[in-house]
């Protein structure tokens, strides 16, 4: 089955810095990548994605490019507000026919002002 | 519009009840999934369903069992409760079709 492997949290930076959280995965065949976001108290939406190698998603700011050579998912926005505070999760799927959602262990941002 | 809901929001209960957790999603969707997410944020999927299949992950006590009126719906039933029961509980839904999937806001179970 699928693994994700994501940066340990929590992160903590200050407003408009440059946020990286690195996420890689093992998958057999070619899965789909995807970012979700968790708010405080809500569930889970979703924030990006793609579904072929060098894709890349974006929203909001946040981009994510698939790296098929070096199966990773990084996360990245040039700069962070008080309201991207909350935990993310990077998830590969499986293949087709049978879909299922790998998550890491998601990380922890808090952007201070 | 609400896609993916969940009722309740919160469940305080005793151990050793049995409680239910209902799903609904109103995007025509075809597969639902449960999952539970502990303290540390750590979300494991419990069950995904769609009219033909019932995928249970191994790991899951059979005392939760899900149970699907209708491809709308994905109700959570849980019995003989225990306190390590006590998390967060989302349900989710997907077209078979696509990996992507929608989350409800989550159901908070506590156990006392």
């Known amino acids: 089955g699928n693994s994700v492997t994501q940066m340990e949290g929590p992160v903590t930076l200050s407003e408009e810095a440059f946020l990286t959280i690195n996420c890689t995965y093992t998958?057999?065949?070619?899965?789909?990548l995807f970012w979700y976001v968790q708010y405080p108290g809500e569930g889970l939406q979703l924030l990006l994605k793609?579904?072929?190698?060098?894709d890349k998603g974006s929203n909001k700011g946040f981009e994510a490019t698939y790296r098929k050579e070096t199966t990773s998912f990084h996360l990245e926005k040039g700069s962070v507000q008080v309201s991207d505070s909350a935990v993310y999760f990077c998830?590969?799927?499986?293949?087709?026919?049978?879909?299922?959602?790998?998550f890491g262990k998601g990380t922890k941002l808090s952007v201070i002002p | 519009d609400t896609a993916v809901s969940q009722t309740p929001k919160y469940l305080v209960t005793q151990m050793g009840n049995d409680k239910s957790i209902k799903c609904e999603q109103n995007?025509?969707?075809?597969?639902m999934y449960w999952y539970k997410q502990d303290s540390k944020k750590f979300l494991k999927i419990m069950f995904s369903?769609?009219?033909?299949?019932?995928?249970i992950n191994e790991t899951v006590p059979n005392r939760f069992s899900p149970k699907s009126p209708d491809k709308a719906h994905l109700n959570l039933h849980i019995n003989s409760l225990e306190l390590g029961d006590s998390a967060v509980y989302f349900c989710?839904?997907?077209?078979?079709?696509?990996?992507?999937?929608?989350f409800g806001p989550g159901t908070r179970l506590t156990v006392l």
């Open positions: 989710a839904s997907s077209q078979m079709t696509s990996p992507e999937q929608f």
């Open positions: 998958a057999t065949g070619y899965p789909s």
């Open positions: 793609a579904t072929k190698a060098d």
């Open positions: 998830a590969p799927s499986s293949g087709a026919g049978s879909y299922q959602l790998t």
């Open positions: 995007l025509g969707h075809d597969t």
């Open positions: 369903y769609n009219n033909k299949e019932l995928i």
